[in-house]
């Protein structure tokens, strides 16, 4: 047994149940959070003052006036709760002296999600459960279509397009494949012959540069006629007006999105009485052959608990080799 005092790290953009998750791990782990739910700003980095370490949430957008207030009170990592860096600077961070590193927790959370996701744009089941909700029994004006007579596209295949891929297996359904390296036991296809031979076409793909607006309107239309897109990934994957355009025009099936462009702001809160100013966003949520959830479908209680422990063992191991330098 050691004396050692606890490791303190900052804790932002932190939710009640990530709160309770990093006060029952700390114990164990050594480590005294400083926990709020705020984003990181320049008026409370000094919740960050004595912490070398900070972790972050993956919808806290971090300023370049926020990391220079980080650095300033002596911040020199920062783990962000989340697969994709697209909320901080990496680059920037780095310029201050600030490195930044993410989490891998078990991608079986957001796959049984997408799967899920597919089946129910398959099924029509937003206009049929809404109308259920209001005694309208009758079936549904077109019939669903099964799985096994389809084929689907997955666009990445890291550890969560892997893990989508391995369930689609089950269905019966053929699956093309595109990423820049084949790392899945899969059937690896150009994108633009992916997008016209699939049925759906699930994103899994990191958002960077590279990335943005990846389906554009020029890939949607290569897609085939009254296919599905099911989001997952990151909302600016896609463009949404162009997503808007191709729904409208009835010239694609279906979308199912658990992450929509400039969500920021709009997930995660009560906005019944407050206006919601995406205007693509509303348009999208009218449409019965949509489906829209807010960015959940990381959360269960087995990807959170992995999610703060990794943000906890990413600080100890930052320390850990920093601790002679």
């Known amino acids: 047994m050691t004396n050692r005092e606890p490791v303190g790290i900052a804790v932002y953009g932190c939710g009640e149940d990530e709160a309770a998750l990093f006060r029952a791990l700390a114990p164990r782990f050594g480590v005294a959070p400083r926990i709020t739910d705020a984003a990181p700003t320049e008026a409370n980095a000094g ?7 900070v972790s972050i949430g993956h919808q806290t957008r971090v300023t370049g006036a926020a990391l220079r207030a980080l650095s300033r009170a002596g911040v020199a990592y920062i783990s962000t709760r989340s697969i994709g860096y697209n909320h901080i600077s990496v680059q920037y961070a780095r310029s201050l002296g600030i490195e930044v590193g993410n989490v891998a927790y078990s991608p079986d959370s957001v796959a049984d999600y997408t799967l899920m996701l597919m089946l129910m ?28 007579d389809l084929t689907v596209g997955v666009v990445g295949t890291g550890r969560i397009g892997s893990a989508v891929i391995d369930r689609l297996r089950g269905f019966g359904c053929r699956i093309l494949a595109h990423d820049n390296g084949p790392k ?30 990846f389906l554009g309107r020029g890939r949607l239309a290569l897609m085939k006629p009254g296919a599905v897109v099911v989001n997952t990934g990151r909302g600016a994957l896609i463009d949404t007006e162009a997503l808007v355009s191709a729904l409208e025009s009835g010239r694609l099936g279906g979308a199912a999105l ?20 995406s205007k693509p966003l509303l348009r999208l949520q009218q449409m019965p052959h949509v489906l829209i959830s807010p960015h959940t479908a990381y959360y269960t209680d087995h990807a959170l608990g992995d999610i703060v422990e990794q943000s906890i063992v990413n600080c100890l191991n930052f320390e850990k080799g920093n601790q002679h330098g």
Do not use: M, Q, W
Not at 268 to 274: L, Q, S, T
């Open 47 to 53: 919740l960050a003052a004595g912490c070398r370490c």
């Open 121 to 148: 744009s398959l099924r029509h089941a937003k206009s049929t459960v809404l109308r259920a909700d209001v005694h309208d029994y009758r079936l549904h004006e077109t019939r669903g279509r099964e799985l096994r």
């Open 184 to 213: 899945a036991a899969a059937e690896y296809a150009p994108l633009d012959d992916l997008l016209r031979r699939s049925d759906i076409v699930t994103l899994h793909t990191p958002l960077n540069a590279g990335t943005h607006h």
């Open 258 to 277: 658990d992450v929509v462009e400039g969500e920021e702001g709009v997930f995660y809160a009560d906005r019944r009485d407050r206006p919601v100013g």
